[in-house]
């Protein structure tokens, strides 16, 4: 098997605890980031725990002999590097993962991926590094993954719903959960089309898990869907977040090029201040064509620009 240069590890509240303290006997240094627990770093070793599921992203050199000798035996009490097919041998299952970027954005698309690996895609893409596209912090990395994935020849569907079709959309369903399932059952029901014997579909679990099982047409009623939490520690969901990563991040970059202002990600104080100049620039008409309208920042931007 190649080097590792990045893995991701499920850890309980109490393991990250515990694993802070062993890092702070080993002299590393630490940060605080956006949605981590902590970030900690020594040499060109570091480890990010972040709040979702939580889990611990190990990148950099000397990540192989930290599990082995430190992580596993110290935190974990088990082996499970290289160890994986034994411990997930799902994984390596033909099934399709299906995840999507952009939800909880004020700019941009909702853009939905699926991705269908078997056994040998998906230890290509694991030796590769593929994970969770939140655990990366670099739009260039997020590409070049990307790329690795396109290359392997892992069939895959992505569908981009710009903000105008999202804001129609959204008016008619009214949920964001039920827009979400509707996305999903679309992915699914094309890979359907492209790998018609598939046996499985896996995807983060909805509020509601029969609500995506409700929007599944006739193609993708046929197979096994899957919801489950922290869905995207499987080699195929992780490949799809990475592919509808790429398409939010694209969309945001083409567009804000095009008018001349950048479209930053999230809901923050900065892409309120980018909504206030876009509509300072171009109108209120502006606004459904690039974000979200149902999010309370883009009311409280409007408001303060009455037509």
């Not at 990250?16 to 040499?43: C, H, N, V, W």
């Not at 929007?215 to 993708?220: H, P, W």
């Not at 064509?289 to 408001?303: C, D, G, W, Y």
Request: glycine residues 8%.
């Amino acid at each position: 098997m190649p080097p590792l240069h990045s893995q991701t590890v499920l850890l309980t509240i109490a393991q990250t605890e515990k694993l802070r303290t062993i890092l702070e006997e080993r002299g590393f240094s630490f940060d605080q980031k956006p949605y981590m627990i902590y970030a900690a770093r020594k040499e060109k070793l570091t480890i990010a725990v972040y709040e979702k599921g939580p889990k611990a992203v190990i990148q950099g050199k000397g990540l192989e002999d930290f599990i082995s000798f430190v992580l596993e035996p110290e935190i974990l009490e088990e082996a499970r590097l290289g160890y994986d097919e034994v411990h997930s041998p799902e994984q390596f299952e033909p099934h399709f993962g299906i995840d999507e970027s952009g939800k909880g954005d004020l700019f941009g698309p909702l853009v939905i991926a699926g991705v269908f690996l078997d056994g040998d895609l998906a230890r290509h893409l694991r030796d590769a590094g593929i994970q969770d596209s939140k655990s990366i912090g670099s739009d260039k990395k997020i590409r070049d993954l990307a790329g690795v994935i396109r290359k392997s020849g892992a069939p895959s569907e992505i569908i981009v719903i710009n903000p105008e079709k999202y804001n129609q959309l959204y008016g008619k369903i009214g949920n964001l959960n039920r827009l979400l399932a509707w996305g999903h059952a679309r992915v699914i029901e094309n890979l359907c089309v492209r790998v018609p014997d598939c046996p499985r579909a896996l995807s983060d679990k909805f509020a509601d898990a029969r609500v995506l099982q409700k929007a599944l047409l006739e193609k993708g009623r046929k197979i096994r869907l899957d919801q489950r939490t922290k869905a995207e520690s499987d080699y195929a969901v992780a490949a799809a977040s990475i592919l509808a990563r790429e398409g939010f991040i694209d969309w945001l970059d083409r567009s804000g090029r095009e008018l001349g202002v950048t479209l930053c990600k999230g809901v923050s104080p900065k892409v309120k201040a980018a909504a206030t100049s876009l509509i300072s620039q171009y109108g209120a008409d502006i606004l459904p064509k690039i974000a979200k309208m149902h999010f309370k920042t883009a009311s409280e931007v409007l408001a303060t620009h009455p037509s």
